[in-house]
């Protein structure tokens, strides 16, 4: 059974800086990507960010591309991806989600299948 736990929201100030976790584990492809999305209260789920699993390519949002990096670290049962956030402005306030998807060129939400929980980041002065 796939999960994914992500953890490392909390509150920052404009300008700032957070690292998200996501430890995803019950993965049994050998090709899929992980994502990262986040939703406001009334707007619609946003892609941030993903990787994939083999080649470790990538891909960013505009809003969020030179400020965001995404980055991996494979162990025998886990994989746990990071979504390092620098120069956090208040419009990147949102719950994020971890996400897995087996086709690993998704970048849409109804493309991923399996979810975290989400984790929770303000910023805000």
């Known amino acids: 059974q796939v999960q994914l736990v992500e953890s490392g929201g909390g509150l920052v100030q404009p300008g700032g800086s957070l690292r998200l976790s996501c430890v995803a584990s019950g993965i049994t492809l050998d090709y899929y990507v992980i994502g990262w999305f986040r939703q406001t209260p009334g707007k619609e789920r946003e892609g941030v960010s993903g990787?994939?699993?083999?080649?470790?390519?990538?891909?960013?949002a505009d809003s969020v591309k030179g400020r965001f990096d995404i980055t991996r670290d494979n162990t025998q049962n886990t994989v746990t991806v990071y979504l390092q956030m620098d120069s956090l402005v208040p419009t990147d306030t949102a719950v994020y989600y971890c996400?897995?998807?087996?086709?690993?060129?998704?970048?849409?939400?109804?493309?991923?299948?399996?979810w975290g929980q989400g984790t929770q980041v303000t910023v805000s002065a």
């Open positions: 996400a897995a998807s087996k086709i690993i060129t998704a970048t849409r939400d109804s493309l991923y299948h399996y």
């Open positions: 990787i994939r699993s083999k080649s470790g390519r990538t891909y960013y």
